[in-house]
């Protein structure tokens, strides 16, 4: 028997399937299906598939959980309108056409789709968790902790905006909670969307542009926006804010704070932006210090578990790491709404089942490769049909064949294995380059990815190095985490150092430029032969030739589409922007030998995963 978890209907859909053992056998958000960016929608493909792994591993569904309980939700939205009336009507009338027609009813519109996708789904076998319980599980039920003290913290779930729990073999404790509109994830997106960038999107790009400003506003923010007490408890001024009340995220009165205007998504970003960036990234760093500072003083416990979307901000985490007296930190890798179908399902089989949870049979998560994949003999099928010329190769020749020509400064686009779950590409659906070559960073980010200059590429390294050249001495399998590049490998360019703003980025910071971000830290992944053999053995081969052992590693995508998920994505993506190479399974393919018309659409494909 299994379980399927379920999150959908607001952002960032997906389905997982655990075992009623716990064990994760297959996770993928929608968005990697349906193509569309951060799909909010049912999750079909996303079930679908769970509902295939769960065939080839004769596994029958017990129930469906639902991520969040939503009549609770639509109480929190009339009880926040009703309290800002008369303000807020021309947000509130929308709000309540949409929950009217669709969401108030989700439970049937829940009951419905399953039905549509699932034949044997009875309607009495499907349940909700808790918003905060779902991410609460997701990170440490997945987790190789016996005992953990748990922080969530993300935009908003039915009340709840933060979360601590004391998470002990099948159970979890909640200590304390922060709840609406007092939200760090809100008061995040609010500086996301006055940066220019796409609110419940755009998050990584404004951490991405802090390194490029001073936190000269941090004072301001505190003084006015932000009430922080010594335990990391908090209050917004909502007089700054209209998300309460309005269809923008922030007031005049927050226009006026700060002297100017949100910046229009087309224009260029200027210092005061940068200087915004920064100081905003500062205040969220010293919440969650006091935060878990506080945390580990009142729970004594040595490990720390982390999950909400706040906990993707890596640069944040790495401070916790050093500054929170936690010695061991997991952070679910799929931390945002995503995750919390795994929670989902986790909260209803250890809490509701009464699982009895024991590490010895290794039921924590292993890795985020739990999507689709596609064996050989299908994606040359698909290839032959698509009139593709690909070449053969085996694993150790593909390596070779690849290792030299990312030393030539070719980009290659890897798609190798199951599918990552959660935000991150790690090795199997990857964009990979040399990251010792000067203008890579530019010309991934202007050519391929076709994203904002300053956007930073993180480090694939074997994690046999990662001491020596981050002193990182554990795993982070998941880019969880910044870290500062060792002075040993940095490179002072006394030239550069008059440059203003953006341009700062083509200053040359370490001899691995293009994975050096301004303030010399990286985004790192360790990988390691138990994690990702064949991934492994191409950084392995790489350092063998280069003495570098580590390879710029970014999503196989470019800017508002998802990661790719099928050969026929990989294939659209390739022929469509200036990747070079593109292996696939074993396959090798070049544009070479495929003069092919970019309009022209390929096959649909027809193959199916494993």
């Known amino acids: 028997m299994a379980i399927i978890g379920i ?148 935009g908003v779930g039915e009340w709840t905006t933060t979360s601590a729990w004391i998470g002990k073999d099948n159970n979890l404790k909640p200590l304390w909670e922060i709840e609406y509109p007092n939200s760090i994830g809100l008061l995040y997106t609010s500086f996301t969307y006055y940066c220019g960038f796409k609110v419940n999107s755009g998050e990584f790009k404004l951490m991405g542009l802090a390194p490029y400003g001073e936190p000269i506003y941090v004072d301001k923010i505190m003084d006015n926006i932000i009430n922080i007490k010594d335990d990391g408890s908090f209050k917004l001024n909502m007089k700054y804010f209209k998300y309460t009340r309005g269809l923008k995220m922030i007031s005049n009165d927050f226009y006026r704070l700060f002297g100017q205007k949100e910046r229009h998504p087309n224009d260029n970003i200027s210092k005061f932006y940068m200087d915004i960036a920064a100081s905003i990234q500062k205040v969220i760093e010293i919440v969650l210090i006091k935060m878990t500072k506080e945390l580990k003083k009142r729970t004594g416990l040595d490990n720390l578990c982390l999950g909400g979307g706040v906990a993707l901000n890596c640069v944040a985490n790495n401070k916790i790491l050093e500054l929170s007296g936690f010695k061991n930190i997991w952070i679910q890798p799929a931390a945002g709404d995503a995750g919390s179908s795994v929670g989902a399902a986790l909260s209803y089989l250890y809490i509701n089942n009464k699982l009895n949870r024991t590490l010895i049979n290794d039921n924590y998560m292993k890795s985020s490769y739990l999507g689709p994949k596609y064996n050989d003999n299908k994606i040359m099928n698909y290839l032959e049909k698509s009139n593709i010329n690909f070449e053969v190769h085996s694993l150790e020749e593909l390596i070779r064949t690849t290792t030299n020509a990312l030393i030539d400064g070719s980009i290659i686009g890897w798609f190798q294995g199951r599918m990552e779950f959660g935000p991150r590409a790690l090795g199997n659906r990857s964009i990979i380059a040399d990251p010792r070559i000067k203008d890579m960073q ?87 032969r138990s994690k990702n053999e064949p991934f492994y053995k191409l950084l392995k081969n790489f350092h063998k030739e280069t003495d570098c052992p580590m390879l710029i590693n970014t999503s196989f995508n470019v800017r508002g589409e998802p990661i790719v998920c099928t050969p026929e994505d990989a294939l659209k993506c390739f022929f469509n922007t200036e990747i070079d190479i593109l292996v696939i399974g074993s396959c090798l393919i070049t544009k070479k030998n495929n003069k092919l018309d970019q309009s022209k659409l390929f096959l649909k494909s027809i193959i199916v995963e494993d």
């Open 7 to 154: 999150s959908c209907y607001f952002h960032d859909s997906a389905a997982a399937l655990i075992s009623n053992q716990g064990e994760i056998l297959g996770a993928a958000q929608e968005e990697r299906f349906s193509r569309v960016k951060h799909d909010s929608g049912f999750p079909y493909g996303a079930i679908e598939y769970c509902l295939k792994v769960a065939k080839e591993e004769n596994e029958k569904i017990e129930a469906y959980v639902y991520h969040e309980k939503p009549i609770r939700v639509f109480m929190r939205l009339l009880e926040t309108y009703f309290n800002a009336a008369p303000r807020g009507i021309t947000s509130f009338l929308p709000a309540m056409k949409s929950w009217l027609k669709n969401k108030i009813f989700i439970k049937d519109n829940l009951i419905k789709n399953i039905k549509s996708v699932d034949n044997n789904f009875n309607e009495k076998d499907i349940y909700f968790s808790e918003h905060h319980l779902a991410h609460a599980s997701a990170t440490f039920f997945c987790s190789h902790f016996k005992e953990a003290a748990v922080l969530c913290i993300d």
């Open 442 to 528: 530019k010309r991934l980010n202007l050519k391929i990815k076709n994203r904002e200059s300053f956007r930073p590429f993180a480090p694939s390294i074997l994690l046999e190095f990662a001491k020596e050249y981050f002193d990182l001495d554990f795993e982070s399998p998941y880019m969880l985490f910044t870290r500062k590049m060792k002075d040993a490998y940095l490179i002072k360019n006394e030239e550069k150092t008059s440059m203003l703003g953006i341009e700062r980025v083509n200053n040359i910071r370490s001899v691995v430029p293009a994975v050096t971000h301004l303030d010399n830290t990286s985004r790192v992944q360790t990988v390691s």
